[in-house]
């Protein structure tokens, strides 16, 4: 006998007691509007929600469930792809274990995701300019919410390309301006000389 079609609301989304199997029936060829409730409903698989965090990372966060599954089913979560797991980090709301998990992860492009967030606080930004990889710390120097501290200590990485970026920043503290001012690198040098404000006055 063929398989008992799931019985469905007249708006073709799944019912609050759907079950786990149903949901996983569910998504196949549905509509955006019927992936987005899989994607809230607390019964649906952690792999579903890993694979539905691409195109739904915000109803992924909005999971109910979510917490429960981050503690019960750790290893699943930390098995979400890198693309899924950097689509989730990048939400605004996104919690700091999301962040954390971004940062664990093996794919660099969740990393990249944190590090594009428009507000993050100084202990994942101190995080950032820690890793390896010199573009990472370039973006973390462009960063509206990087401190003083941090601001200094980028200022003389060893990347060139870091200093660089850095060198943008229209807020530099005198001290780090004049460093940068003398940096080893011509690039650097020359955009510190084609962006400093000419000398204004009287003259008297």
Avoid: C, F
């Avoid at 786990?20 to 952690?46: D, F, I, Q």
């Amino acid at each position: 006998m063929p398989a008992a079609s799931l019985p469905l609301p007249a708006d073709g989304l799944p019912a609050p007691d759907a079950t786990s199997a149903e949901l996983l029936r569910l998504v196949h060829g549905a509509p955006p509007h019927v992936l987005e409730a899989v994607a809230r409903h607390p019964n649906t698989p952690v792999t579903l929600l890993g694979e539905l965090a691409l195109g739904y990372a915000e109803a992924v966060l909005d999971n109910p469930a979510l917490p429960l599954l981050r503690l019960a089913q750790a290893g699943h979560i930390r098995a979400w792809s890198g693309l899924a797991v950097s689509r989730l980090a990048a939400v605004d709301t996104a919690p700091e274990w999301v962040q954390e998990l971004a940062m664990r992860h093996p794919d660099r492009q969740a990393r990249w995701a944190v590090a594009g967030r428009a507000r993050l606080s100084q202990e994942r930004l101190a995080q950032l300019a820690n890793r390896e990889e010199w573009q990472l710390r370039a973006a973390v120097a462009q960063h509206p919410d990087l401190s003083e501290e941090l601001v200094g200590r980028l200022s003389t990485d060893h990347e060139y390309g870091v200093r660089l970026a850095l060198s943008a920043r229209p807020d530099l503290p005198p001290h780090v301006l004049d460093r940068l001012r003398k940096d080893p690198h011509p690039l650097i040098r020359r955009r510190l000389q084609m962006h400093t404000p000419p000398m204004t006055g009287t003259g008297r």
